[in-house]
């Protein structure tokens, strides 16, 4: 099982940008494509961003294509996510994850404390 912590969140306002951050413990996430995900207030959990274990492939959602990059570091051991252009539907909690299968992104591990993230208009 792998432990990750995410970090980075905070207040935004409205067309400014955050830099999420994703840390791993008990393993290196070198050998596994990453994904950050997110749940708003009353809402499911959905799939924002996920990157391949190379960083040649990313996958983004609609709702934040051109505006959020997904990243990871040389070291494979961070997951980033770039948020810019922030709207107020973007307010949620952020979390990384481990994601299986490409396509279908589904997360592998326990989901961890995630970010808060909260964009003010």
Sequence with gaps: QVQLVESGGGLVQVGGSLRLSCAASG????TYAMGWFRQAPGKERECVAV??????????????????????????????LQMNSLKPEDTAVYYCNRVGTWGIFNALDSWGPGTAVTVSS
């Excluded at 393993?27 to 070198?30: D, P």
């Excluded at 990157?51 to 996958?59: C, N, R």
Aim: aromatic share 18%; proline share 0%.
């Design 51 to 80: 990157i391949s274990t190379s960083g040649a492939f990313t996958y983004y959602a609609d709702f934040v294509t051109g505006r959020f990059t997904i990243s990871r570091d040389n070291a494979q051991i961070t997951v980033y």
């Design 27 to 30: 393993r290196t996430l070198s």
